[in-house]
T-cell receptor, first 111, second 113 residues
């Protein structure tokens, strides 16, 4: 079946850039998403990219998509302690909007 | 800002008991979803609901599970006879369309003992 893989942990220093990587198997997914989960909270959509794009920038966030390698990344510039959270990569699994998630990458930001 | 709300935030139940998890989706949304996340594992799709019927479901969503939209605002997930392995965080989500942003609730942590 379709699968999404992410590394589980990333630790960076405040002010550095963070890069969270994701690989997926379903090449037919039209949208790819990054969700953020803070402790005790639900899943918040951070950004998404349409499959015919290879880059999308939104303030401190840059999403890169390499369709050939089925690789998605999220770069957070000038990472802050408030960015500490779990980041989930997700692909669109079907026509009804169901999402296929990775296990999530826990980002720890050290002051 | 409109949000998806879920109740209760935490439910403890005995194995074999029925549980109902409740969700109030955003009012103008048309698509509703349930996901679950077993501790340490991926967030997994359970079911999608549109136009008062199930539109898609995963292998996890077996006969023990059912969903209902009993009135114009609530969307519920019922587990008929809970098993220990049903212990997980259950997330409800809603969206305006199949390819649009899904808004998630804060989740209900279900613990089966």
């Amino acid at each position: 079946g379709e699968d999404v893989e992410q590394s589980l942990f990333l630790s960076v220093r405040e002010g550095d850039s963070s890069v969270i990587n994701c690989t997926y198997t379903d090449s037919s997914s039209t949208y790819l998403y990054w969700y953020k989960q803070e402790p005790g909270a639900g899943l918040q959509l951070l950004t998404y990219i349409f499959s015919n794009m290879d880059m999308k920038q939104d303030q401190r966030l840059t999403v890169l998509l390499n369709k050939k390698d089925k690789h998605l990344s999220l770069r957070i510039a000038d990472t802050q302690t408030g960015d500490s959270a779990i980041y989930f990569c997700a692909t669109l699994g079907g026509s009804q909007g169901n999402l296929i998630f990775g296990k999530g990458t826990k980002l720890s930001v050290k002051p | 800002e409109p949000e998806v709300t879920q109740t209760p935030s935490h439910q403890v139940t005995q194995m074999g008991q029925e549980v109902i998890l409740r969700c109030v989706p955003i009012s103008n949304h048309l698509y509703f979803y349930w996901y679950r996340q077993i501790l340490g594992q991926k967030v997994e799709f359970l079911v999608s609901f549109y136009n008062n019927e199930i539109s898609e479901k995963s292998e996890i969503f077996d006969d023990q599970f059912s969903v209902e939209r009993p009135d114009g605002s609530n969307f519920t997930l019922k587990i008929r006879s809970t098993k220990l392995e049903d212990s997980a965080m259950y997330f409800c989500a809603s969206s305006t369309g199949g390819n649009t942003e899904a808004f998630f609730g804060q989740g209900t942590r279900l613990t089966v003992v």
